[in-house]
């Protein structure tokens, strides 16, 4: 894979660190903190209630999540949170200068190059995830790392760890502590992944760059504000990536139903007066 220059613009690296003392990017994906039973998890009754159509459109990722409440709610079920990100950062360790950036999406980890911090490296020497989900490819889309590397369709958030594969990096995914075993969902990533459940323990690398995604389609907006405190909790420099659509926090869905329940009321108030209407019945 050629070296890799991928800039927010063109006047240079999008962050400016002259001197890394290793190559690791460390990618905490949101989701990580927010157990369901469809990325193995614990199963209920109402695991129906998560089985969600997911998507990275302004849709799925903000508009979507009023019916989600309003289904939470029907079902006397209480609203699932995320939980374990308090701490979350103590285990790590950074290079001097080290920088996190954040975005919605994790297909933008794809994007970010040792070149990204002005260095001459073409790759990460490992990349670091802690997520629901290992991003390294699924059969259900493509056969194998080669079809996904001919096929033309890019970086996207279930398959930007391919890239720092093609890349040279070798990848390690930390699933989080609440899933209960690695046979659901059976994991069959394109390319070798040193795959297991977190123990907690402190990786090896100290890591050069940290990107964070919120996963909008996956966590819901009452999560946005842990989503700010665990991002302040991070005691590195933050930025957001600059390509991203960021709305932070996204609309509140009890907000938007409360709205949407007074806007009917209305309606059908002055259905029942007869507003609007001419003599005889007809529209005015």
């Known amino acids: 894979m050629s070296k890799r220059t991928n800039r927010n613009s063109d006047s240079g690296p999008i962050f400016s660190l002259s001197e890394v003392s290793a190559m690791h990017l460390l990618v905490v994906d949101w989701d990580y ?98 997520d629901a989900h290992h991003d390294a490819g699924y059969r259900q889309n493509h056969r194998s790392f080669e079809q996904w590397r001919t096929s033309g ?3 996207r958030c279930e398959s930007w760890m391919l890239a720092h594969h093609w890349a040279g990096a070798s990848l390690h995914v930390r699933f989080p502590p609440w899933r209960q075993s690695l046979d659901r969902p059976r994991e069959e990533p394109l390319v070798p992944v040193d795959m297991t459940i977190d123990d907690g323990q402190p990786p090896t690398a100290a890591f050069d760059l ?40 996204r609309p509140d869905p009890a907000r938007m139903a409360k709205v949407k329940r007074g806007l009917y009321a209305k309606v059908e108030e002055m259905n029942r007066a007869g507003v609007g209407e001419a003599p005889g019945g007809g529209r005015e």
């Open 33 to 130: 903190f927010f157990p369901t039973p469809a990325a193995g998890g614990p199963q209920g009754p109402h695991d129906d209630l998560f089985k969600w159509a997911v998507a990275e459109d302004e849709f799925h990722t903000e508009t979507i999540w009023e019916a989600r409440h309003r289904d939470f709610t029907a079902a006397g079920v209480e609203l699932p949170q995320v939980t374990g990100w308090r701490g979350f950062w103590r285990r790590f360790r950074f290079s001097a200068g080290t920088v996190l950036v954040y975005a919605d999406s994790n297909a933008w980890a794809g994007l970010l190059w040792p070149s990204d911090l002005g260095r001459a490296e073409e790759h990460w020497d490992s990349v670091h995830l802690y």
């Open 153 to 155: 369709d890019g970086i």
């Open 210 to 249: 940290v990107f964070v995604c919120r996963s909008g389609a996956w966590v819901p907006p009452w999560c946005d504000g842990a989503f700010t405190e665990f991002l302040h909790s991070a005691p590195l420099p933050k930025t957001v990536f600059g390509r991203n659509r960021w709305v932070h926090p």
